[in-house]
């Protein structure tokens, strides 16, 4: 089942990736009415959650390729929990253009803080198509993460390079006198030399 994994990999890093690029762009145009100004809303701004979530789940899909059948399950079920918490949040913006999203820029803009301020200066707020992307990428994450927790139990394992292996211990040659290379393989299994 290696291209399952692979499946899963890449349908959790190119919904991390688009949700990380939408992170940058203008997702919401709030009108001033005293001014008649325009004011661009980012994404990181409107969801200050969205490019931490969209870096997790990128490491996350990436991670995919290493780990055992434990932490398949794991990443799966936490690639499901982010890509649903971007969900929300994304369709949350995109349909009803909430205040809150466009706070912290209407102040920065005006000085005018709180609610009512904020309020009072907005006569308009609307959407570019960047939250209904993001909402994509978010779907992409969450079905990786079912698709993971779907077929995790038949994937191949990791390459014999990621393992360290007790037979390869049993391997060595017992007839020499032990070295400082011996002493270095040691290490690199695990092995404390200076317990011996």
Not at 62 to 72: I, N
Not at 97 to 126: F, K, R, W
Not at 142 to 162: D, E, M, Q
Request: hydrophobic share 55%; proline share 4%.
């Amino acid at each position: 089942m290696r291209r399952a994994r692979l499946v899963a990999l890449l349908v959790i890093v190119v919904g991390g990736a688009l949700a990380l690029i939408s992170s940058t762009q203008s997702w919401l145009l709030v009108t001033l009415g005293d001014t008649g100004d325009v004011l661009e809303v980012s994404g990181d701004a409107a969801v200050p959650l969205l490019a931490p979530l969209s870096l997790a789940a990128l490491a996350l899909g990436l991670a995919l390729a290493l780990v055992g059948r434990p932490l398949r399950y794991a990443f799966g079920a936490l690639a499901l929990a982010i890509g649903a918490t971007l969900a929300w949040s994304a369709w949350r913006i995109a349909a009803e253009h909430p205040l809150d999203a466009v706070a912290a820029v209407v102040t920065e803009a005006t000085g005018l803080a709180g609610t009512a301020a904020v309020s009072a200066l907005v006569s308009s707020i609307s959407a570019t198509a960047w939250p209904v992307l993001a909402l994509a990428a978010a779907v992409l994450i969450g079905a990786g993460g079912v698709f993971t927790l779907a077929t995790a139990h038949r994937w191949a394992g990791s390459g014999r390079r990621y393992r360290t292996d007790a037979a390869e211990a049993d391997r060595v040659d017992r007839s020499r006198p032990h070295d400082a290379i011996d002493s270095w393989d040691d290490l690199s299994r695990g092995d404390d030399p200076t317990d011996r």
